[in-house]
């Protein structure tokens, strides 16, 4: 298998993988969700580790679609 085909046939598993991935933490996020029954305190480290992640995800989310 040369490096193009070994490229594509990588790309093509990442693909398949990630909707699986989004389900299973979405389910999860569910489940968590249930549990807590509240709102979840966070402190600011916490808060800014997530906005951070969250920023970052968006921005890649936006690049993709414009491309």
Do not use: T, W
């Amino acid at each position: 298998m040369n490096r193009k085909q070994l490229l594509a046939h990588s790309a093509g598993m990442l693909d398949q993988q990630l909707p699986l991935r989004n389900e299973h933490f979405a389910a999860e996020y569910r489940v968590l969700s249930y549990q807590l029954k509240g709102r979840l305190r966070l402190r600011d480290g916490e808060r800014i580790l997530a906005s951070g992640r969250a920023s970052k995800i968006g921005s890649l989310e936006i690049a993709r679609c414009l491309d």
